[in-house]
């Protein structure tokens, strides 16, 4: 018998840690609660929420086999080390993470293992292809520019790890705590549909129909027409292979026209984004506290801004960005696009630290993502690993007239502009600071003003490279 430790992978289909531990005779499916994830559990309510859903459906999917999820609270050495002992387990097989303090418990726990006399398997299940398979450029560091990556990446056949014959699940009669609840962590989020049947079915629905228009969708918020796989690769509801695979699969068809492919083209190349940052900090492990890039390492970003909260609360003034942060906090995601657009504001327009914008989202995001997020908020910040001469600044008044031209997507998240002519704050705002509004509340001045605060930012980044 061998155990399979559940962390973010939780589904049975196409999975690494399952497949290494079924090689070697029944599987003991088993989650353990450690203080890790609890803290980023309680974190963000609507992840914690997503969580709980995900585990219990991949209880119900355990139970169709025999089988059912051992759910334990603690330490993970000292629960893994004693129901090994107690069922005659002889080693586990888990999921790696790829932040760096998760990537430091990892090889703790393989080490705590290994010393109690246990095998373990800690294997590559999150990128569809695994950071060492990837060709590494000279410094045998990993890519550090995503075209060279995705170049590369491409040629590669995607694995597979879908063995159903081989999956026997060990009848556990082994004590379980109950499965989780959110309020265990704090959280009162109704519980979202989250689990592998959903994610295929949301997958399958997307390649039919949005992603043929993924190329207009991922720059227009208010179509609301990318995928919305973000949490279910978060928490391993899917496997980054099948989608890439169907993704590959869908390109093939004959019927579709040029511009569908090439939308389908640029969804792959989003998937391949999420790969390219989980090499990144797999390679790169220091990155989670610090720049990428040496030479900006201790470039000076504020701690804190007056405007801070104001950012926070979506009520800067620049009703995209206010939008965007407004989206999140109520729903736990945000646009792609205006994601870098709301993040470029934080690090440049307020000239605070790309740690501080991250640590913000992350008490709102449900993805659970530490190595995908620093990756871009580096990126945005111009520290990481977007080689281009100076960081792209956004112009947050220009990104909405481009791509919320009617203020469709601006209109839905601030409900004080809903009414307002777009004439009201696009053009004439110099003139009006404060937007007086139908009912007496007001839609905020702007907290900087965009231009300076960009050229001043470029001042003290030039002088940083040059
Ligand atoms: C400042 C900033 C912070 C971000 N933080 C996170 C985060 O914490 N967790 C997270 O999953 N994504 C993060 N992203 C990336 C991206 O914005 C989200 O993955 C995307 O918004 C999720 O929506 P979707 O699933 O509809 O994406 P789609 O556009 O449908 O893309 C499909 C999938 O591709 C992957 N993907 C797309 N773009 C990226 C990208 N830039 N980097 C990595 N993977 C990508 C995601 O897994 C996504 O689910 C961040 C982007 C920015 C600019």
């Not at 293992?113 to 060709?135: K, M, N, S, Y």
């Not at 609301?224 to 509801?237: K, Q, Y």
Request: with cysteine.
């Amino acid at each position: 018998m061998f155990i399979c430790r559940f962390t973010h992978d939780l589904r049975l289909e196409d999975h690494a840690a399952l497949a290494a531990a079924a090689e070697a005779g029944p599987v003991l499916p088993i989650l353990v609660l450690d203080a890790e994830l609890d803290q980023s559990l309680r974190r963000s309510p609507r992840r914690a929420a997503f969580f709980v859903a995900a585990v219990c459906a991949l209880d119900a999917s355990l139970r169709e086999r025999g089988s059912r999820l051992v759910m334990r609270r603690g330490d993970a050495a000292e629960v893994l080390t004693r129901i090994a002992r107690e069922c005659g387990a002889t080693g586990v097989a888990w999921s790696a993470r790829y932040d760096g303090a998760g990537m430091q418990l990892d090889e703790t726990l393989r080490a705590q293992l290994e010393e109690a006399g246990l095998q373990a398997r800690l294997v590559h299940d999150a990128p569809a292809i695994a950071p060492e398979e990837i060709e590494r450029s000279d410094d045998g560091m990993g890519y550090r520019a995503f075209q060279a990556y995705f170049e590369r990446r491409r040629a590669l056949p995607i694995p597979s790890f879908d063995r159903p014959l081989l999956m026997r699940f060990a009848s556990a009669e082994i004590e379980s705590d109950p499965l989780p609840q959110p309020s265990d962590f704090g959280s009162n989020a109704a519980l979202p549909e989250a689990s592998s049947s959903v994610a295929a079915a949301a997958l399958e629905q997307f390649l039919s129909s949005s992603a043929l228009l993924y190329a207009t969708a991922q720059h227009v918020p208010a179509e609301d027409g990318t995928s919305h796989l973000s949490p279910h690769f978060s928490f391993g509801t899917i496997s980054m292979r099948v989608a890439v695979r169907a993704t590959l699969q869908r390109i093939d068809d004959p019927f579709l026209l040029n511009e569908e492919r090439h939308s389908l083209r640029l969804f792959l190349r989003s998937l391949a984004l999420r790969d390219f940052f989980l090499q990144l900090a797999w390679f790169h492990p220091e990155t989670q506290q610090m720049a990428l890039q040496e030479r900006m390492r201790d470039f000076e970003f504020a701690q804190t801004h007056p405007a801070l909260d104001a950012w926070c609360e979506g009520k800067t003034g620049y009703p995209l960005v206010d939008a965007g942060m407004r989206q999140l906090a109520q729903t736990g995601w945000m646009h792609p696009h205006v994601r870098a657009v709301a993040a470029s504001f934080l690090c440049f327009d307020l000239g605070v630290d790309w740690r501080v914008g991250r640590d913000a989202w992350d008490r709102l995001l449900v993805e659970d993502d530490p190595a995908v997020a620093t990756g871009n908020w580096q990126w945005i910040a111009g520290v990481g690993a977007d080689l281009a001469q100076y960081p792209r600044i956004y112009n947050p008044e220009t990104q909405a007239r481009r791509f919320d031209p009617e203020a469709r997507y601006i209109r839905r998240w601030l409900p004080e502009l809903e009414h307002a002519p777009l004439a009201t704050w696009q053009r004439k705002r110099e003139e009006t600071p404060m937007l007086p509004l139908f009912d007496g509340s007001a839609y905020p001045a702007r907290v900087v003003d965009h231009g300076a605060a960009a050229r001043a930012f470029l001042a003290r980044y030039r002088e940083r490279v040059s």
